[in-house]
């Protein structure tokens, strides 16, 4: 069993940058492709950005390509979301994942194929 807990949310103002922490047990942590999502009040929750196991991939929305950079280190066990140029769109509840098969392909887009979840921290990007 994995255990997910973010750390990093809260308020900031646009423009700004933010980043996010992502804590996991386990010692397979170096296996997983982990990602985050994020979900706004009346959204479905979407996918934001996605690391491979190795750290040697990396995969992001168009909503945040350019903007956020997605890293991990695996002696910590710990991902991490560099959050530049904060927009009031982007204000949500922030969720860490890990995915523990391979070859999904497109599909490692979609929430569906995560198998462990945190419980999220709130960003809230005022203008």
């Known amino acids: 069993q994995v255990q997910l807990v973010e750390s990093g949310g809260g308020l900031a103002q646009a423009g700004v940058s933010l980043t996010l922490s992502c804590a996991a047990s386990g010692r397979t942590f170096s296996s997983y492709t982990m990602g985050w999502f994020r979900q706004a009040p009346g959204n479905e929750r979407e996918f934001v950005a996605a690391?491979?196991?190795?750290?040697?991939?990396?995969y992001y929305a168009d909503s945040v390509k350019g903007r956020f950079t997605i890293s991990k280190d695996n002696a910590k066990n710990t991902v991490y979301l560099q959050m530049n140029s904060l927009k009031p769109d982007d204000t949500a509840v922030y969720y860490c994942?890990?995915?523990?098969?391979?070859?999904?392909?497109?599909?490692?887009?979609?929430?569906?194929?995560?198998?462990?979840w945190g419980q999220g921290t709130q960003v809230t990007v005022s203008s």
């Open positions: 994942a890990a995915q523990t098969l391979t070859n999904y392909g497109p599909r490692r887009f979609q929430s569906s194929t995560y198998d462990y």
């Open positions: 690391i491979s196991g190795s750290g040697a991939n990396t």
